[in-house]
């Protein structure tokens, strides 16, 4: 049974640093591609990292960019972000996600991805 848990989020202040982990069993990180979405209150889970398996490509949203950094551990089998600068509008539930196969088209995107963790939520506020 495939499962991701989500740990780190937390209440911060502005301009302060987070690291939120994501631990999978049931799968190998190395053979899926893996990602970071975000959903705020009232809004629409959104693409903030995704790690494609093929060639350990990163990419982000340019709202997260130059700020957010993605990296995968395959020996811990964990995926990770490490975020940077934190700002009030990046409080949200932070998700970790996981797809088998999909075309580079579609990494950006909620239906790309098989299986979800339950979040972890991060409050960015003074």
């Known amino acids: 049974q495939v499962q991701l848990v989500e740990t780190g989020g937390g209440l911060v202040q502005p301009g302060s640093s987070l690291k939120l982990s994501c631990a999978a069993s049931?799968?190998?990180?190395?053979?899926?591609?893996l990602a970071w979405f975000r959903q705020a209150p009232g809004k629409e889970r959104e693409f903030v990292a995704a790690?494609?398996?093929?060639?350990?490509?990163?990419y982000y949203a340019d709202s997260v960019k130059d700020r957010f950094t993605c990296s995968r551990d395959a020996a811990k089998n964990t995926l990770s972000l490490q975020m940077n600068s934190l700002q009030p509008e990046d409080t949200a539930v932070y998700y970790c996600?996981?797809?088998?196969?999909?075309?580079?088209?579609?990494?950006?995107?909620?239906?790309?991805?098989?299986?979800w963790g339950q979040g972890t939520q991060v409050t960015v506020s003074s």
């Open positions: 996600a996981a797809a088998p196969s999909a075309i580079l088209s579609t990494l950006r995107t909620r239906s790309a991805y098989h299986y």
């Open positions: 049931g799968l190998t990180t190395n053979n899926y591609h």
């Open positions: 790690f494609r398996k093929n060639n350990n490509r990163l």
